[in-house]
């Protein structure tokens, strides 16, 4: 589904991706693990459109997406919760949900909130109204993860959905995501600290170091002693 082919990008005349190749099946989890400032972040943005690669290619569905804008990458099914939630706090929950049509290929003629999202996210049909900058950490965390599943990407990239959040919490949204790849096909890029919570989740692994990839495997078959100097500070 999503062929990244040696990606380079970074900031201005910083290059921070080198040589970045990795790849997501329909219907996998993969987790990219790595230190603080490493690039995993960077390597989101250049994904969804919002950095521009120097270097490779991003090819989605078989075709290269490399000169789209994020909102046209959206429009293809991709899914995007960046770290920080990064949620309208002056708005709704229901009006941040809606927001999430926008990313539908085809508009439906009414603005309907799909069910299977209060499902997986009950919370938030309690809490409607609700405004989201009123709503605790967790509560935001599933209201992102909630707007981007509005939009029924095919893939969802989901920079450290987990960071912060109460154990409780953690595991809703572990469950959800393991749900949605099993049973709607969705394809994850998960960015996670929490080497165990990844490994647990995910089917694939990739640790970046340095902007470079240089360590992958699966999640399940890992040499932990082997990864631990990619990852320990
Ligand atoms: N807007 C920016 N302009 C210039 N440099 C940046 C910018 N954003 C990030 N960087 C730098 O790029 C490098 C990679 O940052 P990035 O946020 O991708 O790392 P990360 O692995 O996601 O880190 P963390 O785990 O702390 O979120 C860091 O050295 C960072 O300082």
């Known amino acids: 589904m ?11 005349e910083t290059t ?4 970045v190749s990795i790849k997501v099946e329909k219907g996998k989890i993969i987790a990219v693990l790595g230190r603080n400032g490493v690039g995993k972040t960077t390597l989101m943005k250049t994904l969804m459109g919002l950095l521009k690669p120097s270097a490779g290619d991003v090819v989605w569905r078989n075709h290269s997406v490399k000169g789209l804008r994020p909102e046209q990458r ?3 099914g991709i899914g995007y919760v960046p770290q920080g939630r990064d949620i309208f706090s002056t708005l709704t929950v229901e009006e941040n949900l809606l927001l999430g049509l926008e990313a539908l290929q085809k508009k439906p003629k ?18 409607l109204q609700r405004k989201g900058g009123d709503l605790s950490g967790g509560q935001q965390q599933q209201l992102a993860i909630a707007r981007a599943l509005v939009g029924n990407p095919e893939l969802l990239l989901l920079d450290e959905p987990m960071e912060g959040i109460q154990p409780s919490i953690v595991q809703l949204i572990e469950r959800v995501i393991i749900k949605i790849a099993r049973e709607q096909g969705v394809g994850i890029v998960l960015v996670e600290h929490n080497v165990d919570l990844a490994l647990a989740c995910s089917d694939f692994f990739y640790i970046l170091d340095h902007g470079r990839i240089v360590a992958q495997g699966d999640s399940k078959n890992v040499n932990l002693e082997a990864i631990q100097k990619h990852l320990v500070v």
Do not use: C, T, W
């Open 2 to 12: 999503l062929n990244v082919a040696n990606l380079q990008a970074g900031y201005d």
């Open 16 to 19: 921070i991706l080198r040589d």
């Open 74 to 76: 959206a429009k293809k």
């Open 110 to 127: 009414k603005d309907v909130i799909p069910s299977h999202v209060f499902e997986l996210f009950p919370v938030l049909h309690e809490m």
